[in-house]
């Protein structure tokens, strides 16, 4: 290691991440369960990160700057923030316990400043492109906080996260939205989880940064390195290096300094000045020598930060580094998992000079770091003020889709303008038109960083679209990559926490291809950011589009997703009803216990998920009183009440309601009642339901609002549930009170035809209900 003012520093993290590991595997009690795992937490990869992290956070960084931490890389993280006083000794004690500070890097569960969650690898990395590009539309329109300026964001990369097809669809977004104030910090030390990283892998690292406009920045060698190259005979010992097979330079560190010499006598020996360059060092410091990478070297980092400082250039900074660097586990194939035996770590801690009983102090090292810039102002979660809603938009009462609505609300909105205008950011995978965002970004124009001419408009083509490009755009216009949708989604979702400014977001996309996205919804519902997602067409209603288009499991979806609360309204006031309810909901932050009406927390707030259909129903008219409005959005309502004499209750939800409606008119005799459940949200009742069933078990009294709707149903009625998607969705309510249940639904990919052709074959039409109520 060379002389660097942060050497103590790195030392000290390096102690600490692997300290904290190995206390919680050999030292802390273990569980009396039998079979207990091991706890674990990747040594190996943490130390190729130390030097990294150190020369960010203890040199590069200011307090505006947003990072994410590679997830293996979280021991050393938590090492840093506990000498910087941001997270106690109580909390690394209890690593990956019940409490304690947790495996990966955790906005919601950790302490200690997290900017993005990681964990599910390549989707920390992407993030920071769409945090940037939220930066960006803030400043555009001022409305950044005055007292936050422009950041950078910064991800912490593990080489084999760029396997993660994900990294590469936001280099290609961020190309077409002029990305800038980003560094990727690879951490190549050439290792995966399974083993050696192949040949060659950076040429096409650095080939793919910078056909997409990337500054790629390569540090191979560290000072003692290229000292050594400046040498007689260090031109041989460069060549010699650089082509030397991963596998190779991975086994050689385990192996330390005899091997390395060995094999450089072998390879490089009777060459007189480079065999001289050899001999002059011993077995350690030839060690030092091959294993001083630009990734371990804290001069070299900081050169190098410092130089990409001068512009907003985004950077990939490619840092050579060797897993488990500093530590008997350095280069080993298998180290990925590994931990160090108790006799390996005594042996260490030794050779670290770290007394017993002083494990955890860190003084001087702890001073310097506080010193540093980037802990300035301290904690770094900023706050907004709430945007008012005040939303008040006429819904047509004449035959609609809940899409359709979905648009005129968004477009009365825009028309209004004000506040709650400005702080919607919406977004689609080139789907803006066909899911009703048209005349929302015809009023309020699409995003760039610079004005962007309209030729259609200019050349007097009509056209229905004025796709107007400029910095007061409030449009994100995605290419065809859900990932990048609800990574966009997750980033601006957290403004008011990064930025401390209160944006709105809402995404659309086509409702089967939500899917495609699952891995990034949970990112984000994850991190606890806050948007509306609209799922739109859906279901087999969409019938002439085929099977492909047609979504089944989304419903199942938003019931299961935590940290989203889904809906599936059937018509325009609803969706009008739930809108306005959302954008509240969204920007919630309270800390109140469940609501006793629903047992749900809606103190705590959330994201919303919208399940709309194309498939335009006939208005009920008017519908403004409170008991609807309330039941719209905690999730039902009765359409037709129950009676002593109801036998069957038809429960919906979404587009097929005039099926529904239509099966009960047929069903109702004078001696046999009806009731018909409008369902809103299956999600919010079944969370209510298991949450105060969880209270019953603990001891307190509680009662769902599905258990009241359907308490005055008689014990020998039925339940039918149907809607446009699978019947699991429903099938629950028969538990409640234990009704006999038929439930209704797709269950299977879809077919072209006519919606009449589809509800007959998947038995959701009023003649299906009608003979499910009667078998």
Request: hydrophobic share 45%.
């Amino acid at each position: 290691m060379t002389d660097h003012p942060l050497d103590p520093v790195a030392r000290a993290a390096l102690w600490l991440s692997h300290w904290t590991i190995h206390q919680a595997n050999h030292v802390r009690p273990k569980a009396e369960a039998e079979g207990e795992v091991k706890v674990g937490g990747h040594q190996a990869s943490s130390a190729s990160m130390v030097q990294i992290l150190t020369a960010l956070y203890g040199h590069s960084l200011r307090p505006e700057d947003r990072v994410a931490v590679k997830p293996h890389a979280s021991p050393v993280f938590h090492a840093l923030h506990y000498m910087a006083g941001n997270i106690d000794r109580d909390r690394l004690e209890r690593f990956r316990g019940w409490g304690g500070a947790q495996s990966y890097p955790s906005r919601t569960k950790d302490v200690d400043d997290v900017d993005f969650s990681t964990g599910s690898v390549g989707l920390g990395v992407a993030i920071t492109s769409f945090a940037s590009l939220v930066q960006d539309w803030l400043h555009a329109k001022d409305h950044a906080c005055p007292d936050w300026p422009m950041g950078r964001m910064v991800a912490l990369v593990g080489d084999a996260e760029l396997d993660e097809g994900n990294v590469y669809e936001a280099l290609q977004e961020g190309w077409k939205h002029d990305l800038r104030n980003v560094w990727w910090v690879v951490d190549y030390n050439r290792q995966s989880l399974d083993g050696v990283v192949r040949e060659g892998l950076w040429e096409r690292v650095e080939k793919v940064f910078d056909a997409f406009g990337w500054r790629v920045l390569r540090l191979r060698h560290g000072a003692l390195q290229r000292a050594a190259f400046a040498e007689p005979g260090g031109a041989a010992l460069r060549a010699w290096i650089e082509a030397c097979p991963n596998a190779d330079y991975s086994a050689l560190t385990y192996q330390g300094g005899a091997a390395w010499r060995t094999r450089l006598m072998d390879d490089l020996g009777d060459q007189g000045e480079v065999t001289a360059l050899i001999e002059a060092r011993d077995d350690a410091d030839l060690a030092a020598l091959m294993e001083n990478l630009g990734g371990h070297c804290l001069g070299t980092l900081c050169q190098a930060f410092d130089a990409a400082t001068e512009d907003d250039v985004p950077t990939v900074f490619l840092a050579y580094t060797v897993k488990g660097w500093g530590t008997p586990l350095a280069g080993h194939k298998d180290n990925h998992a590994g931990l160090m035996t108790k006799a390996q770590f005594a042996d260490w801690q030794a050779a670290m000079g770290v007394a017993e009983s002083a494990e955890w102090d860190m003084p001087a090292a702890a001073e310097t770091l506080r010193a540093a810039p980037f802990f300035a102002r301290g904690p770094r979660r900023l706050t907004a003020p709430a945007v008012p809603v005040g939303l008040a938009i006429d819904v047509p009462d004449a035959e609609i889709s809940t899409q359709a609505a979905f648009g005129k609300v968004m477009d009365g909105i825009a028309r209004a303008g004000g506040p709650l205008a400005d702080a919607i950011l919406t977004t689609a995978p080139d789907v803006t038109v066909s899911t009703n965002l048209g005349a929302w970004v015809n009023r309020r124009g699409l995003f760039a960083r610079e004005d962007r001419a309209d030729v259609f408009a200019e050349a007097r083509v009509p056209s229905t679209q004025k796709w107007r490009f400029g910095p007061g755009g409030s449009h994100i216009e995605l290419g065809i990559a859900e990932m990048n949708l609800f990574l966009l989604l997750g980033a601006a979702g957290l403004s008011h926490s990064l930025f401390g400014r209160r944006v709105l977001p809402v995404g659309t996309l086509y409702d089967p291809f939500v899917s495609r996205g699952l891995d990034a919804l949970n990112y984000a519902c994850y991190m606890d950011a806050r948007f509306m997602v609209v799922g739109t067409p859906s279901g087999v209603s969409l019938a002439p589009e085929g099977g492909a288009h047609q979504s089944i499991a989304q419903p199942l979806i938003g019931l299961s997703q935590d940290g989203l609360a889904a809906f599936e309204p059937a018509f325009a006031d609803e969706t009008a009803e739930i809108m306005a309810w959302a954008f509240d909901y969204m920007q919630r932050d309270g800390d109140a216990g469940p609501d006793p009406h629903t047992w749900l927390r809606d103190a705590t707030g959330g994201s919303v998920y919208l399940r709309l259909s194309t498939r335009p129903l006939e208005q009920p008219g008017i519908r403004a009183d409170k008991d609807w409005r309330q039941g719209v959005v905690d999730g039902a309502y009765w359409w037709r009440p129950p009676t002593g004499r109801t036998t069957t209750v038809i429960a919906y939800q979404g587009a097929v309601a005039d099926q529904a409606l239509a099966a009960a008119h047929r069903i109702a005799t004078p001696g046999r009642d009806v009731a018909v459940l409008a369902v809103t949200s299956a999600d919010r009742l079944n969370a209510g339901w298991t949450a105060a069933q969880a209270a019953w078990r603990a001891g307190q009294g509680a009662t769902s609002l599905i258990k009241r709707l359907l308490a005055p149903v008689p014990r020998d009625a039925q339940l039918v549930t149907v809607l446009d998607g699978h019947p699991a969705t429903l099938a629950w309510l028969g538990a409640v009170h234990g009704h006999r249940t038929t439930s209704l639904g797709v269950e299977h990919f879809g077919q072209t035809g006519t919606v009449a052709d589809l509800y007959r074959h998947f038995g959701i039409d009023a003649d299906g209900i009608v003979r499910a109520a009667r078998a």
